[in-house]
């Protein structure tokens, strides 16, 4: 009887790579085309605007400081870090969405009122020791927004409200209620603006470089804590059933109506984390207006990722690079820093016509990548859940 064949480790090596080629290629080619569209517009925007020196080389210049300015140094690589962090948390939170089948377009609002949480319960114990007032801060934070996210779970379950709408409705809410509490009952008293009052001993500690803080620790353990639910555990198993196919998932003697409450509660809970980590790690206060585009820029994040918790840490640095790099950007060759929304709107562009770009690339073997996009477009024809 003879041994049996060993295949060779190119051979294995081969596959690998194919498959890292099947997930990665459309990322990395609609990362490509949108950097081709920025040059496009910085170049045309050295036409049109007056007095203006047409320089060829203006693009490569400007992606050479964005690059630099997100990894020329190591505080700039903590930095990029910082700015990752909450898009991490943000990505997971929609990224669970979208494998339970929901298209939790509300990480916006459950950011915010994670933010609001925090920094009320950070003022609160302001004085405690760290060791104390960094976790209720922390869990405020959490419970704020698992609550935002838990609202539109619950309408979904009982009555067949789309998520995408209830959600939409809480964002404008939570803005809302953010501008009203700041203004008023968490105001500092006789400031010249609505602002609240420092975190104090509730602030992360820096851990890393200059501002690189204890967020960072999180958002990467959120990682692996969302890998594990996923596929080591029955509910995470659950989660992805209902999202596949939610009668198959029922008559498998699974139950829909509380697997959309707990994931929507669990979108609201990573989504409110990262608004936590912003107050708690950058800027230990909160005015009326407070509001960056952390919640909206998740669903980017986790779109890029194909919703792979993994994947979502490259996606978010990537994003995390672009606005880390954006100042040195305008300041080396004068480009607006509003560049970074073009890129990043077009590279979402550009993944939502995958189909386009496999068969303009002649991409054989790739996956589509459009899973989460199925879920946005089967998510609007949906039905109530049973």
Not at 134 to 150: D, E, K, M, R, S
Not at 235 to 257: L, S
Not at 277 to 305: E, P
Request: proline share 5%; glycine share 12%.
């Amino acid at each position: 009887m003879s041994a049996p064949t060993r295949r060779p480790i190119s051979h294995d090596l081969r596959m690998v790579a194919g498959r890292v080629w099947a997930i990665a290629a459309l990322p990395f080619v609609s990362i490509l085309l949108a950097l081709v569209v920025g040059a496009v517009i910085i170049l045309v925007s050295e036409i049109i605007v007056p007095k203006q020196t047409f320089d060829l080389a203006k693009p490569l210049v400007a992606y050479q400081a964005l690059a630099v300015g997100a990894f020329g140094s190591f505080d700039a690589v903590v930095d990029t870090l910082v700015q990752a962090a909450p898009l991490i948390l943000g990505g997971l939170s929609v990224a669970i969405g979208f494998k339970a089948g929901l298209f939790n377009i509300g990480a916006q609002g459950q950011f915010l009122m994670g933010a609001l949480g925090t920094v009320a319960a950070g003022v609160a114990v302001a004085d405690a020791p760290p060791i104390v007032a960094i976790p209720i801060a922390v869990l405020a934070g959490i419970l704020a927004g698992a609550l935002t996210g838990f609202i539109p779970g619950i309408l979904k379950a009982l009555s067949g409200a789309h998520e995408v709408v209830t959600t939409i409705m809480l964002n404008y809410i939570a803005a809302d209620v953010l501008a009203a509490l700041v203004s008023g009952p968490l105001k500092v008293p006789n400031s010249p603006s609505p602002v609240t009052y420092d975190v104090g001993n509730a602030a992360f500690p820096i851990i890393l470089g200059r501002d690189g803080h204890l967020g960072i620790v999180l958002a990467i353990l959120a990682i692996f804590l969302i890998w594990w639910l996923l596929y080591r555990t029955t509910r995470g198993f659950e989660i992805r059933a209902v999202g596949a196919n939610p009668d198959a998932a029922r008559y498998a003697g699974m139950r829909p109506r509380i697997i959309v409450v707990a994931t929507m509660t669990m979108c609201g809970a990573l989504a409110g984390l990262a608004g936590g980590s912003v107050i708690l790690g950058v800027t230990h206060q909160m005015t009326s207006s407070f509001g960056t585009t952390v919640g909206f820029d998740s669903i980017a994040v986790a779109l890029l990722a194909r919703s792979d918790p993994f994947g979502i840490f490259f996606a978010a640095l990537l994003f995390g690079a672009m606005r880390s790099g954006a100042g040195l950007m305008q300041i080396e060759a004068g480009i607006p820093v509003e560049l970074v929304d073009v890129l990043q709107a077009t590279i979402l562009l550009f993944l939502v016509a995958s189909p386009v770009l496999r068969r303009l690339f002649r991409l054989r073997g790739v996956r589509s990548g459009l899973g989460s996009s199925d879920t946005i477009a089967r998510t609007y024809g949906g039905e109530a859940v049973r």
